[in-house]
């Protein structure tokens, strides 16, 4: 490889690259992205570049069991609230 790829490149090139077939995103954890990216990155934390490009609106971070998911923005489910969710369970 000639040049590093930056943060944005490589996050968004990994959400493409990892994802299995029938998904739109990647878990942090089960995909090996935080390993690969702690050891492209020579040990930097993937959890605050994450968030960074999420604040930026660059991806889309979801919360799941054992770690989050990261989306494209244009991939990410519908963003939908507990009170939300519980008011539909209730038929309300």
Do not use: C, W
């Not at 990892?18 to 934390?45: P, Q």
Request: aromatic share 10%.
């Amino acid at each position: 490889m000639s040049e590093k790829l930056s943060y944005e490149e490589f996050v968004k090139k990994a959400i493409v690259s990892l994802r299995k077939e029938g998904y739109k995103g990647i878990h942090t954890v089960y995909s090996g992205f935080n390993d690969a990216f702690k050891k492209y990155f020579g040990g930097e934390d993937p959890i605050k570049i994450t968030n960074q490009l999420a604040a930026e609106g660059k991806i889309v971070i979801r919360p799941v069991k054992g770690g989050v998911m990261l989306y494209l923005p244009e991939d990410a489910p519908a963003s939908r609230t507990r009170g939300e969710d519980a008011l539909e369970k209730m038929g309300l």
